[in-house]
């Protein structure tokens, strides 16, 4: 008996630290922004909650539909409570598993008189997790549930930034419209009196007509404009998980961008963005998934038993209805199937690998992205000052061919030229602005913004309680 207890007792121990728990590996977060980013303040805008962020209260109702109704949103929570359903089995399967199965019959032989037997047995078995395997399937199963968890954050931090970027494009697209209407009844105007002039001798009908063709493709631009407008608002309320509507919404010119866009150290959007986090925890469920093809290499230990009540245990039992017990071990040491087990082993280390890369990867997009962001709000401010001052330069023009030609001195084209050149103007400055705010919106999400704080605490504890 000493000789089957020792080697048992000595496998029971080296089997408790066989495994080391997950630890994220070494990464190079310096230079991740590119070149000419300041790291240096440790604040970042990703921190701020989005309503300290988006303040224009339309915006604001928006975001709160958007994050109720999206089916896209919906469909992430219901992955997590999958992945949470998945983890209670796992922890369950610590504990034994109890069975009653309950079985009679009735049995005669040669016309003798029947006999009724019975057994009532309650089984149990239990899994003694040696080399860990059921502790590293529970780890894998709270990595997964991370992972959905950290799924939904990525989906709810899209979803408020793709609201934000569909309401700025209305505003733009309304600021375009009314600059473009606008310009259709100065143009309107224009034909009234370059028909006048005609009827009085001081210009001619090629210039009537290049004036009033000039007036008809401002109109399309109108409509084109009002199909786009109704368009966007059709996409907008689908992305809102409502029917197609006219969004209420504020003025281009309300909105309000920081002049200052703190970014943070590269090392933060490991903890803030919800992508790369969740990267992390699909290397962390490889990581415990290839642990527990390695316990599938070592023997298996379970215990199981047997209680009830029966009749027919033959010379055993003298008082029908007796107690029965019995009790028994069972040591499993993989031998035919272990190459098996190996090539599985060599499959979970390969896609432990390529989870590994893909955590890499996923840290160098989000670099990229920031940097991105970054350039598209410097360049869209950059240009602010310059076509302000364009469009002053064009108006006088504008007003000087106007006189110029009413006294004969230009010709209509010189005027044309110089009020396509103003509406032109004017329209690329409300682009100007929108890349401004498309970039910040942007910036926000490539900095981890939008998630839910207070989720992203809870799942910062349960990733410490490992």
Known sequence: MKKIIVPLLAVLMC???????YSRPEVETDGLYGPGVGTTDTTSLGDLPWREVFTDPCLQALIEEGLANNTDLLTAQLRVEEAQATLRSARLSFLPSFNLAPQGGVSSFDGSKASWSYNLPLTASWEVDIFSRLRN?????KALYAQSNEYR??????????????????LMLDEQLAITSATAENWRSSVETMR???????????????????????????RDLEQTLRETENGFSV?????????????????RVPEHLAVGVP????????????????????YYATAAARSALYPNLTLSGTVGWTNSAGSLVVNPGALLLNAAGQLLQPLFNAGANRAQLKIAKAQQQEALLAY??????????????????????????????QIASLERAVESTELLMQHGTTTYLEVLTAQQSLLSARLTQVTD??????????????????????????NDETRQQR
């Open 153 to 170: 954050q990525a989906v709810q931090t899209q979803l408020i930034a793709g609201i934000a970027n569909y309401y700025y494009t209305l």
């Open 196 to 222: 006048a002039m005609k009827e009085a001798g001081m210009t001619t009908e090629a210039a009537v007509a290049q004036n009033e063709a000039t007036y008809r493709s401002v109109l399309n631009s109108v």
């Open 15 to 21: 089997g408790c630290g066989i495994y080391k728990p």
């Open 137 to 141: 399937s529970k780890l894998r199963a």
């Open 360 to 389: 890499e990867q996923t840290l160098l997009n989000a670099g990229a992205e920031v940097n991105d962001a970054l350039t598209q709000c410097q360049t869209a401010r950059a240009k602010r000052e310059d076509r302000g001052r």
């Open 239 to 255: 992305l809102l998980g409502s029917a197609a509507r006219t969004i209420e919404r504020g003025r281009l010119s309300a909105q």
């Open 267 to 286: 090392v933060q959007m490991l903890s803030n963005r919800p992508d790369v986090r969740s990267a992390e925890t699909s290397l962390m469920a490889a």
């Open 433 to 458: 602005r929108f890349d401004e705010l498309q970039g910040f919106v942007n910036l926000y999400q490539a900095l981890g913004g939008g998630r839910d704080l207070e989720q992203q605490e809870q």
